[in-house]
């Protein structure tokens, strides 16, 4: 209750026993009790010093804070400082002044209970799983664990110790150049009977869940890289959804889902941001990345002040299943050890000259580390834009033989038709295309692993396919015959019983088709086999020297670029290995020649040469306020890029505008034959790319496209301004050029010119 409400209704209170009291001595000849006169006045008493004690206590402010730390660390840039009774830390940007606290230092006067109190202060926060009663536990270092630090060169190393489930971890921060690096080396951390029943496991680790913390007077947001990206506005009142989780790399598959998940986009880079007026802070997990997870909320959804981002680590999968009469699933840990080597954060401050910063700082800081660290080649690539065409081969289909059903393989492009697709489009003026032949292998139509060159024959067979890269390499036309080997039937030297991943609960990872009404898996399309990663390398080896042999230097490699699981069988690959073996795959690729790969994770970013089929859109969790072309922005002018086919989206002019605001080349998903003809196969869902309806089309937009986007091929995105009505975004370049596209108009304003879709495509196309 308000202090002042209290005081009021406690001086009507003692006002109301004064008149009685004064009432009972005119009209009556006893006198009130002393005793009752007198507590009542001493619980006033009271209750006004605590409303006055509570008037008192106000907010600590930094400089109190800062007055209780001890200097650590220094270079030309930063200063770390510490709080060992308290367990805390502050990072100094010495071009701003700016302090960046690892947890709030107002966090005793703010509005939490204790134990929410005691998580905010902590500095790490536990999740250790108990085999034994298939159950996990949450601890926080403030609450349930002992912590103690130790000076280290550059820094401090903090040993977290939680005695209950007995487990010990070190946490290394150090001060580096231009970053503050929090390492963990996940050999040093101590558990209690790991190997046993009865042991406690640590499965989940989050470091400073509230570094960089905005409370409510704070203006700003986070910057999640969720599909395109997105942003969340600090105090933006949504308290009573739910906070957002983002898996870095998506989920790991091989836990296969009874009923089909809610389709959402990957996080393909391992970072995130916080904006604050003049100073930003961009964060990402350098190592142990495939196990990390994003997790934001905002004031008062969690019943604090407080709005927050941060990383949290699995450092062992789980994993359900059901017994059989059961209703609630069993739960089972991973079996061996901790299988990520390392964990490693770092954290970026980010300024300019005390100008204000926005989201397009955080994308040029990240741009630059991945140049710097990751080994990404800017490609330099001058006055150019390209259309991009995806071109599906063949599928299977079932027929009746003799009464008999039968799955026989059925052409759906053929060879010689996607040549007169590409010669359709080059006589109209596209005359540069990137183009994706998808379902061309005859073992990949058949749904086995592709490990050598082996152009269908329903198609036209080697020499057809050969005869199109002919056409293809005269053409400035970049054609990657593309292989996916991710789900498989037995055969071809692969088998489901030796080549298949084995989930956490030991059983083989089946991957099913859902059906689109129920989202149940579809009886009608038997269960594809998991591709072991632990096989990888044999199968992609062959698959690259075959290509080899054959004059064939384009790679592409489907869902390797964007899906990433693990083995839990015997094999114990973890994503993290699998990480490894595929980065190893595109790397041998790289080498081999050109390497297109599909809206690919950062570590496949160094070998790509273009990338398709980015998003320009988030999940659009209800969290988010508005989506931002993060990914395109840190790419832009480094690596060329495509986004989502135009015809496979139900607003074609939004899905038009929204690509040339990010800088993005057109796409279009392209097959031979017309839609009846695909029901009942697997690629039924492209209804919609039959090439006779959208090849003028196409031909039409690239023309548009490559007008808009020309001129700014090799520059950086540095403002992408949304209007408050949404309704226009303005997108400026590094080299002074400006776009501003307008969805209530249909235009696109380029330099001086402005550019209305309905001279590009039909009104009835994009809804006019």
């Not at 209750?1 to 009685?20: D, G, P, R």
């Not at 947001?221 to 969720?226: A, E, G, I, K, S």
């Not at 991009?388 to 759906?412: F, H, M, Q, R």
Request: hydrophobic share 35%; with cysteine.
């Amino acid at each position: 209750m308000n202090s002042k409400v209290k005081k009021t209704l406690a001086y009507m209170l003692c006002f109301s026993m004064i008149v009685s009291a004064g009432m009972t001595g005119v009209h009556s000849e006893e006198a009130p009790a002393e005793e009752d006169t007198s507590a009542a006045d001493s619980a006033d008493e009271a209750e006004e010093e605590e409303d006055d004690a509570e008037e008192e206590e106000t907010p600590r402010t930094e400089e109190e804070a800062m007055a209780l730390m001890t200097e650590v660390a220094s270079n030309s840039n930063l200063k770390l400082y510490k709080n060992e009774d308290e367990g805390t830390i502050a990072l100094e940007d010495l071009k701003t002044g700016k302090i960046w606290w690892s947890n709030p230092v107002d966090l005793e006067t703010s509005n939490a209970n204790k134990s929410q109190k005691d998580e905010l202060a902590s500095g790490m926060t536990l999740i250790y799983g108990e085999p034994a009663s298939r159950a996990t536990t949450v601890q926080t270092s403030k609450a349930k664990g002992k912590f103690k630090m130790k000076d280290i060169p550059n820094g401090i190393e903090i040993t977290y110790t939680y005695a209950g489930p007995g487990i010990t971890i070190p946490v290394q921060l150090t001060l580096e150049e231009d970053y503050l690096k929090l390492y963990v080396d996940t050999s040093a951390i101590e558990e209690k009977n790991p190997s046993t029943v009865d042991g406690q496991l640590v499965t989940d680790l989050a470091f400073m869940t509230t570094f960089g913390a905005a409370g409510l007077d704070e203006d700003g947001y986070f910057v999640v890289p969720d599909g395109s990206g997105a942003v969340i506005n600090f105090n933006n009142g949504k308290t009573g959804l739910k906070t957002y989780t983002g898996k870095v790399y998506g989920r790991d598959i091989t836990a296969v889902k009874t009923t089909k998940q809610a389709v959402i986009q990957n996080v393909n880079l391992p970072m995130y941001g916080i904006v604050k007026g003049d100073s930003a802070m961009m964060v990402v997990a350098s190592k142990g990345d495939t196990c990390a997870s994003i997790n934001s909320y905002v004031s008062n959804q969690n019943n604090t002040d407080y709005n927050s981002t941060y990383f949290d680590f699995e450092l062992r999968t789980s994993d359900e299943y059901l017994m059989g009469g059961e209703s609630n699933p069993l739960k089972v840990f991973e079996k061996r050890g901790i299988l990520i080597p390392e964990i490693e954060v770092r954290y970026y401050p980010v300024s300019d000259n005390g100008e204000e910063v926005d989201y397009t700082d955080i994308a040029a800081k990240y741009r630059d580390y991945l140049i710097k660290e990751k080994g990404v080649e800017d490609k330099n690539l001058t006055d150019s834009s390209s259309l991009y065409v995806d071109l599906y081969g063949g599928t299977l289909k079932k027929e009746s033989i003799a009464g008999l059903p039968v799955t026989v393989k059925e052409s759906v492009t053929k060879f010689e038709t996607a040549q007169y697709i590409l010669e359709t489009l080059n006589s109209n003026g596209v005359d540069d295309m990137v183009v994706t032949y998808n379902k061309y292998s005859s073992t990949n139509i058949g749904e086995k692993i592709t490990d050598s060159f082996d152009p269908c024959s329903k198609l036209g067979g080697k020499s057809k396919f050969k005869d199109l890269m002919s056409y293809a390499e005269s053409n400035n036309i970049k054609l990657y015959p593309s292989v996916d080997n991710q789900q498989f039937k037995t055969g071809n030297g692969y088998w489901n019983m030796t080549n298949t991943s084995i989930r956490v609960s030991n059983a083989y990872s089946q991957i099913s088709v859902y059906d689109l009404a129920h989202g149940i898996a579809n009886e009608y399309y038997s269960p594809l086999s998991l591709f072991t990663p632990a096989s990888y390398n044999k199968a992609f080896t062959k698959l690259i020297s075959s290509y080899n042999k054959n004059g064939v230097s384009n790679f592409a490699f489907g869902s390797l670029a964007n899906t990433i699981y693990g083995d839990y069988g015997k094999k114990a690959v973890s994503r993290e290995m699998a990480k490894g073996i595929v980065t190893d795959i595109y790397s041998s690729a790289k080498s081999s020649g050109s390497v297109l790969a599909e809206n690919p994770a950062e570590y496949v970013l160094p070998y790509a040469d273009y990338l398709t089929n980015v998003p320009v859109s988030s999940s659009k969790f209800d969290l988010f306020d508005y989506d931002i072309p993060f990914y395109q922005m840190v790419l832009h002018g480094v690596t060329p890029y495509a986004s989502t086919a135009v015809n496979s989206e139900a607003n074609i002019s939004k899905q038009i505008l929204t690509s040339l605001a990010a800088g993005s080349n057109l796409s279009f998903d392209f097959v031979g034959i017309e839609a009846s003809d695909l029901k009942d196969t697997k690629l039924d869902c492209y209804y919609y790319a039959y090439y006779a309806n959208w090849v003028n089309e196409a031909s039409e937009l690239y023309q548009l496209a490559d007008k808009v986007l020309t001129p700014a091929s090799d520059a950086a995105i540095v403002s992408y301004n949304i209007s408050e009505d949404g309704d226009e975004i303005e997108t400026v370049y590094d080299n002074g050029y400006t776009t501003v596209v307008n969805f209530a108009e249909n235009t696109v304003k380029a330099g001086n010119e402005t550019y209305s879709l309905a001279d590009y495509i039909g009104e009835e196309v994009i809804g006019l």
